[in-house]
C-alpha cells in the first residue's frame, strides 16, 4: 500500500484534520496565499470554535491552470482569540495567510497563530491542537489567473 498522493483526489475537495504539529504543517501549505475579507473570521466564545472562510490556492493542482477554492479552517476547543493588526469584521480589508502554526503550551494547551501579510497576526489561545480545513466550493479558476510567488 503507498500514501495517497494530491493528484489522487484531482477535484475532489480535500477534508483534512490536524491533531499534531506535523498534521498542521500540511494544513499550513495548503493555507498559504489564501485570502479572505476580515469580515469572514468568526469566533465562537459559546462554541469554542474560530472558523475562517478562505479562498485558498489549490497547491495541490500543480502546474495546470491557476485555481482557488473556499474552503473553512475551523479551530476548536478554543478559550481565548487575540490579535494584532487585524481588525475582524472589516469586510473592506483582504487579508493574505501566510503561515499557521502551533505554539506549545506546558501540557497539551497551546496556541494557534495565524500570521497574515502586513504583520496582522491572530492567535488562539486552545486547550489542544484540533484543527480542520474542508473545501465548501467547487474549485475556480484564479481571478489573477496567476501562481502566487514569494520572489524577494
Known amino acids: 500500500m503507498s500514501d ?3 493528484h489522487d483526489a484531482d477535484g475532489a475537495p480535500l477534508r483534512l484534520w490536524a491533531t499534531d504539529p506535523e ?11 489564501a485570502v479572505l475579507p476580515a469580515s469572514e473570521m468568526r469566533w465562537s466564545r459559546e462554541a469554542r470554535t474560530l472558523d475562517l472562510l478562505l479562498n485558498r490556492f489549490r497547491w495541490e ?5 491557476p ?6 479552517l475551523r479551530a476548536t ?20 495567510l501566510l503561515t499557521v502554526e502551533w505554539v506549545p503550551g506546558p501540557d497539551a494547551d497551546g496556541a494557534l497563530r495565524l500570521t497574515f501579510a502586513g504583520d496582522g497576526v491572530i492567535e488562539a489561545a486552545c486547550d489542544c491542537l484540533d484543527v480542520t480545513l474542508s473545501d465548501v466550493t467547487r474549485p475556480y479558476a484564479a481571478p489573477s489567473g496567476r501562481t502566487p510567488s514569494h520572489d524577494a
Do not use: K, M, W, Y
Open 23 to 33: 498534521d498542521l504543517q500540511i494544513v499550513a501549505a495548503l493555507c498559504q496565499d
Open 77 to 96: 476547543d478554543v478559550r481565548n482569540v487575540r490579535g494584532q493588526g487585524v481588525v475582524p469584521g472589516d469586510a473592506d480589508t483582504i487579508l493574505s
Open 67 to 72: 485555481e482557488r477554492v473556499r474552503c473553512v
Open 4 to 6: 495517497a498522493r494530491f
Open 61 to 65: 493542482h500543480g502546474a495546470r491552470t
